[in-house]
């Protein structure tokens, strides 16, 4: 290598001879080969290192690929040697003149570890088709071998057509040209950044291969690409690949979901062969991960973690499964399930023959325990039933739902990786247009054109006959282990892409147990279930359940006469509904009838969730519902509840810094992690009052853990026993809790973080105010508050608010000590699809750093 580019040390760069016996060379050939290696800087360190990164890059690449792992240990004393090679015939490593195949590669790749001498404990690192050929040298080393690390690559077609950038690379009448005497191949690679390298980056990958001379191994890369049974590499990938599934070493899956050579389908693949790897998707990073993204310090923070296996307890006597009470209610003919629109209902006895025909039909197709099965069904008696089949099954439900928008539903589907998908019309039109993965299954009967089109393969109807058949003759199911996953459910997407939240069967029952506990909602009671996630546990609870006339997914659609409707058809004594349902409800009370007004005077609970909700409105909700207790629970996909309090609490809490959430419900405990003066979280969970901080939960309902995100997993349990909740609070006198924000959303000011609620409230008390977003404009340390708000009536266009309304809301926020800069005013807050109450205040702060800074006013 004649120069040192971009982050690279001038140390690190060497060169070997190393003797090869490889079949592809005479016998006594020698290979100089280059690399990049820190030993010589752990050396003048006085560094010892405990163990080597073996990084291999693949094609087009070369060993420039790894320099952020380099870079990282170099600027952290880490005590890891990290060798990055070329690859024979790449990079600068000598061009052989002979064409290398996989097995080839892998057995180069032994004679240089053998030349260098390597000793000692070796992770594998690969990239693209470096990945088969650390796999291939892990499973020859295995007495070396401590870990394996993998960014978007394939050990195997695993049934799939070569992707299209691959086939069209390999066609003849491409090949020789794209990969050899020209480097478009390069260049389509390099294209492939998310965001563009920038020039001096892209120069660096070229470097090597700047003649058709030096692209001999790019185009021997290429056509070595084993995906046809016939070929020569065939069977060398078909060893390793099955190899791989022995190995028991720690696994760390790194993976750019934009990648269209090695997409999400490799990964499951992965996946199946290495069931206990750590993974984590970067939502929005493709091929080149390790230039979208930092890995550098996700790796080595694994490396650091202990990958023992987590104990898991044997399951308490009291645990008692999710489909206790559907079993004990086996020949019960009492309601058990309604449906309004269309009408339909089913008993409890009912139920339970519906969902073990269809756990039997799913089995029929080879769904079996701890396959994941997405399921696109609207909440009601449909859902119901497939969710309970799953359950019963063992298969692992996910519940990507509409709210969270068509891009946002199908990235959260994709990360998931589902192996089956039943779904109404819709949403196997969806599937079939964006390519979401699942055996695809109708919920409806569909004409044989049209289902081929949408490429499904069965339907319920179908599933619901063989698994009654097979019940005549059937074995009892085996029960579920407690400490498997049961659910894959998603957050709302409201402060950045959804994140799958996985629980196990034990999670999920714990759940139901705190609801029952906290709400005393015994068999016997029926509810209203207009938030979704309580489709999920009515059944569970022994309540009858009725999903009311209104689309689950936007909540605003819930009508007061829709509600009541709903409770007259199963007596109600209980309603679940999202502030943004009973927003609706109350704008829409007046259509009200006597007969479903004293409907609705006959509920005694009343719960929303969510996100928070005013005083005052629940205060007209109380006169809507005037013998039910009021509640408003707080808490989170990931742990759902963690405090309540009541309308009467509320009240009784008065005005604070934040939203009075109550306290703990049952099983629950609090603490915070207190703010530092840049605004960042500690490592201690307190329970000091009044100290504002990350709050922290544990409880036996809290989620097991991230899908396939193992950074976020590794950030939110940081502190041993605590889930880190992402919102910031503190503590009173009287042990409440008080909600201030989320932790993102924290201003970075000269005198510290200030949490953006306090100021929230003091904005909207304003008359003529509606709702408002405390945002931080500049950079960290130096941010200004900004208020952005609405007005009543509505403005018809963003900008700078009115000379006395601005004045007054300044004066409001001065009153609890907040300065602010600007008052800005909008038609209507971003919101999250799903609840449409959560405000989006990230976009509102970019908004309004553009806004202040003179660019064009337009609404956000």
């Not at 054109?449 to 063989?466: I, R, Y």
């Not at 999202?578 to 409800?585: D, E, I, Q």
């Not at 000091?688 to 995100?709: C, M, N, Q």
Request: aromatic share 6%; net charge neutral.
């Amino acid at each position: 290598m004649s120069e040192i580019f971009p982050g690279v040390d001038a140390r690190y760069s060497r060169r070997i001879m190393v003797p090869s016996t490889s079949g592809a060379d005479e016998p006594g050939t020698r290979h100089q080969w280059h690399l990049l290696d820190n030993q010589e800087e752990l050396a003048a360190k006085s560094i010892t290192a405990v163990g080597t990164l073996l990084c291999v890059h693949g094609n087009p690449t070369w060993s420039y690929l790894w320099r952020s792992l380099l870079a990282h240990v170099s600027t952290h004393d880490l005590p890891f040697r990290v060798i990055a090679v070329d690859q024979l015939d790449m990079g600068f490593s000598v061009r052989t003149g002979v064409f290398r195949r996989l097995a080839d590669r892998v057995n180069d790749l032994g004679d240089l570890t053998r030349a260098l001498g390597l000793t000692g404990a070796v992770t594998t690192v690969g990239h693209d088709w470096g990945g088969i050929i650390s796999m291939g040298w892990a499973l020859e080393h295995q007495e070396q071998l401590a870990s394996v690390v993998l960014t978007n690559t394939a050990v195997h077609p695993a049934g799939f057509e070569l992707p299209t950038a691959l086939r069209l690379a390999s066609n003849p009448a491409v090949h020789g040209w794209g990969t050899k005497r020209t480097d478009a191949f390069l260049r389509t690679t390099h294209s492939l950044a998310n965001p563009s390298l920038q020039p001096v980056i892209r120069r660096a990958f070229m470097a090597p291969y700047t003649n058709a001379a030096r692209r001999t191994g790019v185009a021997n890369f290429v056509a070595d690409i084993p995906f046809t049974e016939d070929h020569p590499s065939r069977a060398a990938l078909d060893s390793i690949s099955k190899g791989i599934r022995s190995l028991k070493v720690p696994a760390l899956f790194l993976w750019g979901p934009k990648d269209p050579v090695f997409s999400d389908r490799y990964l499951r693949d992965l996946i199946s062969r290495l069931p206990h790897a750590s993974v984590h998707r970067f939502e929005g990073a493709g091929h080149l991960l390790t230039e979208d993204r930092d890995i550098a310090t996700p790796v080595f923070d694994w490396l650091a973690c202990d990958h023992a296996p987590a104990h898991r307890a044997p399951a308490l006597a009291g645990y008692r499964p999710m489909l206790a009470e559907l079993d004990e209610r086996a020949h019960d003919t009492s309601l058990a399930v309604v449906d309004i629109n269309p009408p339909n209902s089913l008993s409890w006895a009912q139920l339970g023959t519906r969902v073990d025909a269809l756990a039997r039909g799913l089995a029929s197709i080879g769904v079996a325990s701890g396959d994941r099965v997405n399921l696109l069904v609207p909440p009601g008696i449909e859902l119901t039933s497939l969710i309970y089949a799953c359950l019963r099954l063992g298969a692992v439900i996910v519940v990507a739902d509409a709210g969270l928008g068509t891009k946002g539903m199908g990235r959260a589907i994709r990360g998931a990786g589902p192996g089956y998908l039943i779904g109404i019309d819709r949403a196997l039109l969806g599937a079939r247009l964006f390519g979401w993965p699942g055996v695809r299954i109708a919920l409806n009967e569909l004409p044989a054109a049209k289902a081929k089109m949408l490429g499904v393969s069965h339907t319920v109807a179908e599933l619901l006959a063989a698994g009654t058949q097979a019940a005549q003759h059937g074995t009892a199911f085996t029960a579920a282990d407690p400490d498997a996953d049961a659910a894959v459910l998603f957050t709302s997407g409201s402060t950045g892409p959804a994140k799958g939240v996985v629980y196990t069967h034990r999670q999920l029952a714990a759940m139901r147990d705190t609801l029952r506990e906290t709400y005393d909602l015994k068999a016997g009671s029926a509810l209203v279930a207009g938030f979704a996630p309580f489709a999920l546990l009515g059944p569970a609870l022994g309540a009858t359940s009725v999903t009311p006339d209104m689309d689950v997914t936007a909540p605003a659609t819930l009508t007061a006469s829709a509600l009541a409707d709903a409770a007259a058809a199963v007596n109600a004594t209980a309603v679940f509904a999202s502030p943004a349902a009973l927003a609706n409800v109350l704008q829409t009370e007046n259509a009200l009838s006597e007969a479903q007004r004293t409907t609705l005077q006959g509920i005694s609970l009343m719960l929303s969730a969510g996100a928070p909700i005013p005083e005052p409105l629940l205060g007209r909700v109380q006169d809507l519902v005037p013998a039910a207790k009021v509640h408003t629970p707080y808490g989170m996909t990931e742990a759902l509840p963690v405090t309540d309090i009541d309308l009467e609490s509320i009240r009784a809490a008065g005005k604070g810094n934040g939203v009075c959430v109550g306290t703990a419900v049952a099983g629950a405990k609090i603490a915070i992690a207190p703010l530092d003066s840049g605004g960042v979280p500690g490592s201690e969970p307190l329970t000091d009052t009044s100290k504002t901080g990350e709050i922290l939960v544990r409880a036996p309902h809290v989620k097991d853990r991230y899908d396939r995100l193992w950074i976020t997993e590794a950030l939110s349990t940081s502190i041993p026993g605590w889930h880190r909740t992402g919102d910031v609070g503190h503590l009173d006198d009287t042990g409440r809790l008080w909600v201030e924000g989320r932790l993102t959303h924290v201003l970075s000011t000269p005198e510290g973080p200030m949490t953006p609620v306090a100021g929230e409230h003091a904005a909207e008390s304003v008359q003529g105010a509606g709702r408002a977003a405390l945002v931080g404009v500049g950079p960290a340390g130096n941010q200004v508050p900004v208020i952005v708000m609405e007005t009543v009536p509505p403005a018809r266009r963003a900008a700078p608010a009115q000379p006395e309304l601005a004045r007054r809301v300044r004066a409001a926020l001065a009153a609890t000590g907040i300065t602010i800069s600007a008052v800005l005013v909008i038609p209507e807050m971003p919101t999250d699809i799903r609840h449409n109450s959560k405000i989006d205040r990230s976009a509102l702060a970019l908004w309004a750093t553009g806004t202040l800074a003179g660019g064009r006013i337009r609404n956000p």
